[in-house]
């Protein structure tokens, strides 16, 4: 059983930064590939960003290409979202997920284990 929690969400302002972390307890989150998703009041999940085991390949969504960064430390059993730029359409609850494999995986039925989420707000 792996359990994932996210930090490190909270209400900024358009413009600004934020960086979420998912620690994973339980059985370790390698080797496989991991991603966060996003979704918004009255709107379907959305994929954001996803890295593979390694970290050596990762794969944004357009909306945020260029503005997020997500990266891993395995030995801390975490995965990171960097945030920059971050836009009122960018508020969300943001979850992680641990992929089926090692790859790098975009379609929410490719991922096996969820975290509960941190919502992240930006005010215009």
Not at 16 to 38: E, H, I, K, Q
Not at 47 to 53: C, H, R, W
Not at 75 to 96: F, G, R, W
């Amino acid at each position: 059983q792996v359990e994932l929690v996210e930090s490190g969400g909270g209400l900024v302002q358009a413009g600004d930064s934020l960086s979420l972390s998912c620690a994973a307890s339980g059985r370790t989150f390698s080797p496989y590939g991991m991603a966060w998703f996003r979704q918004a009041p009255g709107k379907e999940r959305e994929f954001v960003a996803a890295i593979s085991y390694r970290g050596g390949s990762t794969y944004y969504a357009d909306s945020v290409k260029g503005r997020f960064t997500i990266s891993r430390d395995n030995t801390k059993n975490t995965v990171y979202l960097q945030m920059n730029s971050l836009k009122p359409e960018d508020t969300a609850i943001y979850h992680c997920a641990r992929g089926k494999g090692a790859g790098v995986f975009d379609l929410a039925s490719d991922f096996r284990a969820w975290g509960q989420g941190t919502q992240v707000t930006v005010s215009s």
